[in-house]
């Protein structure tokens, strides 16, 4: 079993900055990608980055430029960095870890964005 312990969540003003961490613990041999998600009230779960255990990542078109994923695999962690953040960007944001071929996922953490 490997469990998502994600952190950094909270309130900002817009223009403003977050960074979202994810810890993986328990056995995480056979972690491949991580990501990050996000649900907004009556919407559906959508991707926001991920990464792969090589570095090479992917970002939805709403968040490039803005937002950064990273990973240390020696720490079994991934982070979101997000910048220049809008109301739009308000949402549950969820970890994911692709586990032999399985998505698990974080308790997810919120993120509000207003002024």
């Known amino acids: 079993q490997v469990q998502l312990v994600e952190s950094g969540g909270g309130l900002v003003q817009p223009g403003g900055s977050l960074r979202l961490s994810c810890a993986a613990s328990?056995?995480?041999?056979?972690?491949?990608?991580m990501g990050w998600y996000r649900q907004a009230p009556g919407k559906q779960r959508e991707l926001v980055a991920t990464i792969t255990s090589g570095g090479r990542t992917n970002f939805a078109d709403s968040v490039k430029g803005r937002f950064t994923i990273s990973r240390d695999n020696a720490k079994n962690t991934v982070y979101l960095q997000m910048n220049s953040l809008k109301p739009e960007d308000k949402a549950v944001y969820y970890c994911?870890?692709?586990?032999?071929?399985?998505?698990?996922w974080g308790q997810g953490t919120q993120v509000t964005v207003s002024s």
């Open positions: 994911n870890s692709v586990y032999h071929g399985i998505n698990l």
């Open positions: 328990g056995n995480i041999l056979g972690i491949t990608t």
